[in-house]
């Protein structure tokens, strides 16, 4: 018996949506493993390069192992076929492909502004824990030592609060 044109319809109708639904599925599932690998891809670029190399460089190396992390990732999953919206599946390749090099470009501009703006580190004579913990800045300041770059109240012991048996308003002990 031949199918009526509305029975027809309701199929057709029934099978475009569930690829609709397997298509948004299967593009978020891509998407994630795009932004876990560019998210990846950055944080190795930027552990391996631990502020040893100028912004721009690792501005540069953040940027590409973070696109190259999310190629990676968006490859691994892919987007299969069907009848329908061949051209949103196009079309969705196209916008996952352009979020990964916007987060490239994010994270570059970001690992070098970061980088950029941390302070460098100085070098020279530092000051151990155990004379912090002995002595206040006035007393370090007539042994000769350059305190300048300290902050802590000059009548005060530094890190005085941190000695289990020295309760201070900074510890809740009951005394």
């Known amino acids: 018996?031949?199918?009526?044109?509305?029975?027809?319809?309701?199929?057709?109708?029934?099978?475009?949506?569930?690829?609709?639904?397997?298509?948004?599925k299967e593009s978020r599932e891509k998407g994630l493993w795009g932004s876990i690998g560019s998210t990846l891809g950055s944080l190795a670029a930027m552990g391996l390069t631990a502020g040893m190399v100028n912004p721009l460089t690792v501005g540069l190396i953040t940027g590409a192992a973070s696109g190259i992390g999310g190629a990676i990732g968006s490859a691994s999953k892919k987007i299969s076929g069907g009848k329908f919206h061949k051209g949103a599946r196009d079309e969705m390749g196209n916008i996952l492909r352009d979020d990964i090099i916007k987060s490239s470009l994010t994270s570059a501009v970001t690992a070098g502004a970061?980088?950029?703006?941390?302070?460098a580190a100085k070098s020279g004579p530092t000051i151990s824990p155990e004379l912090l913990e002995n002595?206040?800045?006035?007393?370090?300041?007539?042994?000769?030592?350059?305190?300048?770059g300290l902050n802590a109240p000059s009548n005060n012991k530094i890190f005085s609060f941190l000695n289990p048996n020295n309760p201070t308003p900074f510890s809740k002990q009951k005394i």
């Open 1 to 24: 018996m031949a199918q009526s044109f509305a029975a027809a319809r309701y199929a057709l109708q029934k099978d475009a949506g569930e690829e609709q639904k397997k298509l948004e």
């Open 114 to 119: 970061t980088t950029a703006a941390k302070p």
């Open 135 to 148: 002595y206040s800045l006035d007393e370090l300041a007539e042994m000769g030592v350059d305190v300048s």
